[in-house]
């Protein structure tokens, strides 16, 4: 059998696609936004962000903390009924984040 009349010319081959562009490598850009949220949430302390202050600021939070359910449990202050959960809550929630800083750690770290 005889071949195509046009044998070879761009009608009988398949056309090459264009070349499609590849993205650009979007890690460096997903590891910069991970730091950045990472960076904003050890901003203030939170329960949540407890884990990423140095040492001596996690203990700061647990003594202070320590006085938060101390204080809520006076029987004395409470007309003996003795338990304030809400004020725990409160203490944890406005307290701490005003008294853990990461300044304050270091600075306390380092006093005698």
């Not at 009988?12 to 650009?24: G, K, Q, V």
């Not at 990472?38 to 003594?63: D, Y």
């Not at 029987?75 to 300044?103: H, T, Y």
């Amino acid at each position: 059998m005889a071949s195509p009349p046009l044998a070879g010319s761009s009608l009988w081959t398949h056309p090459t696609p264009l070349p499609f562009p590849r993205p650009a490598n979007l890690e460096p850009a997903a590891e910069a936004v991970e730091v950045g949220r990472l960076i904003l949430k050890a901003a203030e302390w939170s329960p949540q962000s407890h884990e990423l202050f140095p040492t001596a600021a996690r203990q700061r939070a647990v003594e202070v903390m320590r006085l938060g359910y101390l204080i809520a449990w006076d029987e004395e202050r409470f007309n003996g009924e003795g338990a304030a959960p809400g004020l725990v809550d409160l203490w944890r929630s406005f307290v701490l984040p005003r008294v853990v800083a990461r300044a304050a750690a270091a600075d306390a770290s380092r006093s005698p």
